[in-house]
């Protein structure tokens, strides 16, 4: 395992940049060990939500963590506003950078991971493989 950090510029879309990361550093599974940075705006899905919500900045980045695999990102951000309040659910699409965000992830080059379906969940759960 191997350990990148980077840095995203302003106007990126932040779920979009940290699922083609992997691939770009010759793998297709990275843990997102740990994230901050601002936004203009942030797309989130809360616990049980059919659809993700969006919420206008400026908005901080107070936690970003999760993983990345060919199967499907599944990827945890909690946010807080210029009052301080602070919300969080799943990342989705449209999260914009606004000045940075700078991310820690953790490359999987001898492993794989995958989304398969749990009968006991009823969800795309995730899944492990070594290749070593």
């Not at 940075?100 to 398969?116: F, I, Q």
């Amino acid at each position: 395992m191997s350990l990148l950090p980077i840095r995203l510029s302003p106007g990126a879309d932040l779920r979009r940049a940290l699922e083609a990361l992997p691939t770009s550093q010759g793998t297709d599974s990275a843990f997102v060990v740990a994230g901050m940075g601002s936004l203009v705006q942030a797309s989130l899905r809360y616990a049980d939500a059919p659809d993700a919500s969006m919420l206008t900045g400026p908005l901080e980045i107070v936690s970003l963590s999760g993983s990345l695999s060919a199967a499907g990102a599944h990827l945890h951000m909690s946010v807080a506003d210029a009052t301080g309040r602070v919300v969080g659910g799943h990342l989705g699409y449209g999260s914009t950078v606004r000045t940075t965000a700078e991310v820690l992830l953790a490359l999987l080059p001898h492993g794989t991971l995958t989304r398969e379906h749990d009968e006991a969940t009823g969800f795309k759960e995730l899944v492990v493989r070594s290749s070593v």
